[in-house]
């Protein structure tokens, strides 16, 4: 206490002078009895005592701090610049934590002129102490008139002064909506029109001229003079045409005062045909690749193409024309993945449409040490989109294991890469020969309406593996099916510190297996968190029939395992039914402790124990229900769905499980 700020225990000229800031200057200025009838000379010689008093007060609560902010904004105001009605302007604040412990904050607007986005579209946050762990959002100005526009965005859960807010609008007399039209990518020999809007919002009419001043690529039929009344619009049709590969410019002019010129923007794009026989666009695969240039499309025809590609950095959409059935990329006949991406692609390079199989892994350096079988992304965030990825390896079984990671696929890179998407893919029977059968997990990553099935490794992670510490990654809406995993996690191994988001999934027949060692297993789930990380929040998940052995440890669990560090773990509305080796277990080693909460859960008949709690002081425990969710064809139930009337879907508690809706009558 004695070094709290403020330096309430010590009557210094310092610690009178930190205490006097904090009393309103209105207060300090009351003529004559000033405040309690003392006048304000002798008010300032009770300070240290009042202070005194409130820190003994303060000691009664958690918060050593007493009346100084717990929360700030920086910058703490904003003036926005005249914005134009019907537009938005945006500027970027950071809330501090200036206190002591972890704050559960909300942020809300008075005003319905300003409004708030953060990067994960939540306005709750968890603020850890100190600057460098600010929390960034935007606050978003829409002027609605004219006049002078104030407001306050406010703290709810802390201690904080509000973000003053302030702006002007004004009535724009000629406004093209949109400000910039964007073409994107078209392709040689095609076509596209796009439209532009010239409202005229004010009070007088407007005259002028639509002209271009671009080259051939693009034309409009409505270029030539206008008038506009009040409250009348104009439509100005843009079609593009390219006729060379690259980027193309534009300026659309209205030959108006007030008109603002729109900037039209375009790419043009070719598409390499690659044929099985060798007589299309280029000869290969890869030579498609060599060729292509930023926004090309390289389109694969039917076949089987021995080839393990790199994509060489280059922001194309490589596409199957037919689909993953008939279109197979086999990288058994060299010794690397099937597909490589090293070179930070983005979300503009895109992997379509194929089968990838026969990969081996990428070496990365350390003996018997390979990454990504079929796919490997190091230093690259590429989309992965509606393939099949099957029969790869990383690391071979019957092999040193080394510490190989991610048959199917293996991702990594620097933060200021976007998040990889992986997209209605089937990622099946893959290895991973120390960790991670299906998926590593090594950057942010959206990973969704996946089949991730039959994918198995020697150690943890069958399904996905995440271990290192990555800004965030969903995981919603897959099918994880029969996979394995010879230590934790069989269908999804969770650790790292970055919020992850689990939701949506249906985890069916998963196994782990852990011998000789303390702690859960967690055939469908397994979650750690360090203490000090971000939430990992597991809810509305269905999970049956998974299996887990521990072998001289403490019970299996088969549906999840929250273990190792029972950090910020959530476990919330999720059906975990017929289960070997219990529901849930929770176990945590030595004093890596924090919290984690069981709740709103259907936990029934399974194997064991269905809530195993080592700690109780730890994991909060509450409100779970212990029934029959009534699945649609009882044990041989393989969609996860529930009959009309399952508790799952008519408790107070919300939907539980991964299906809002019933998927039969009866069971």
Known sequence: MAGSSGGFLHHSVSSERSWTRRIPARLLAVPGAGIFGVSPPHLLSLIPVAAYLLLLLSACGDDPVGLEPQAEFLPPSLVFETTALGDTAQRKVHVVNRSLKLLEITVSSDSPEFSMISPDSSLSFRLFPGEARAVEMAILFHPVSEALSRGRIQVGGARALPLEVTGNGKIDPCRPDPGDLAFGWVRLGEEKTLTLTLHCDGPDSVEGSVALACGPEFSTPDDGPFALAPRESLRVGITYRPVDRGDDKCVVSFGAEWCEDVWVMATASRVWEIQENGLGDAPTVQAGIDSAGHGDVVLVGPGTYYENINLRGKAIHLKSAEGPETTILDGSRGDFPVVMCHSMEKNDTIIEGFTITGGRGWSTGTPHTKGGGGIDCSQAASVIWGNIIRDNTAGRPGEPRGNSRGGGISFRGPESLPPIIIEDNVITDNHGAFNAGGINVGHAAII????????????????????????????????????????????????GTGRTDL???????????????????????????????????????????????????????GGICVGWYTGHVVIENNLIHGNEGGGVATWAEGRKFGTASITHNLISENGGTDIWNSHPELVEVVENIFVDPILCDGVNNTSGRVAVGSPALTQPFGVIGAFPEPGCTEP
Not at 471 to 493: C, K, M, S, V, W
Not at 504 to 532: D, M, Y
Not at 534 to 552: K, P, Q, S, Y
């Open 448 to 495: 969704q309406r996946n089949t991730i099935e039959k994918n198995s490794t020697g150690g943890d992670g069958g399904g996905i593996y995440l271990l290192v510490n990555v800004p965030f990654i969903i995981i919603r809406d897959n099918l994880f099916l029969e996979n394995r995993a010879g230590d934790h996690g069989g269908g999804a191994y969770l650790t």
């Open 503 to 557: 939701y949506g999934n249906l985890f069916i027949g998963n196994k782990s297996s852990t011998h000789g060692l303390p702690g859960c297993s967690g055939a469908a789930i397994f979650a750690s968190r360090e203490v000090g990380g971000e939430l990992i929040h597991i809810h509305h998940n269905t999970l049956i029939f998974n299996d887990a052995v521990n072998i001289g440890g403490s019970p299996a669990a």
